[in-house]
């Protein structure tokens, strides 16, 4: 038996982004952004609103970095989604957030956070959304294993959980994409 609950923004999992921008004067910002994903191979998408310093930040900069929040940073990736930088200009040294330059797109990288794409923007749709092309995808050598790629079990990606406002650590391998289902062909 299922039971019914209406229209809701529930979907599983939600990644927790940590989108990085650089503001008019230099410093950085960070905001923690849960909607947004794969727009194409080589795109994201992120559902922003205008009124985000973060949404400026990337219309100015043309710019902008999405990180992975993890597991060992669930504080300082939930207070920057708190926080709004129109109102709160120390949030990145609040958070304890530590930006370098990004060699590929005007935007920092969190040091903290050991996974993240650098991406250019492309355009604003329509209905607001920022669509921008993946430059680059970096990350520290501390979450990668011994082929050079991640290694989720080294790298604990949280993700948001719509329903009790929660964070989930991600990482259990269950199954093997593109392999398993093959048993029934």
């Not at 989108?19 to 994903?37: F, L, P, R, V």
Request: aromatic share 8%; hydrophobic share 40%; charged share 20%.
């Amino acid at each position: 038996m299922r039971k019914n609950f209406g229209s809701k923004s529930w979907f599983y999992p939600l990644p927790v982004l940590i989108i990085a921008t650089y503001n008019e004067d230099g410093t950085a910002n960070a905001m923690n952004a849960a909607w947004g994903g794969l727009y194409d191979g080589d795109k994201v998408v992120l559902c922003l609103s205008g009124g985000h310093k973060t949404t400026s930040n990337i219309k100015a900069k043309g710019a902008f970095t999405v990180s992975f929040a993890d597991a060992e940073h669930v504080v300082p990736a939930d207070y920057v989604g708190m926080a709004s930088a129109n109102t709160e200009p120390e949030k990145m040294e609040k958070a304890g957030f530590h930006a370098v330059k990004s060699e590929y797109v005007n935007a920092p990288l969190i040091d903290e956070l050991p996974v993240a794409m650098e991406c250019r923007l492309l355009k604003i749709n329509e209905d607001g959304n920022i669509i921008g092309q993946i430059v680059n995808v970096s990350a520290d050598e501390r979450v990668l294993a011994a082929d050079g790629t991640i290694d989720l079990e080294k790298f604990h990606p949280i993700s948001f959980e719509p329903a009790h406002n929660a964070y989930h650590v991600l990482g259990q391998k269950v199954g093997n994409a593109f392999k398993d289902g093959a048993q029934l062909k």
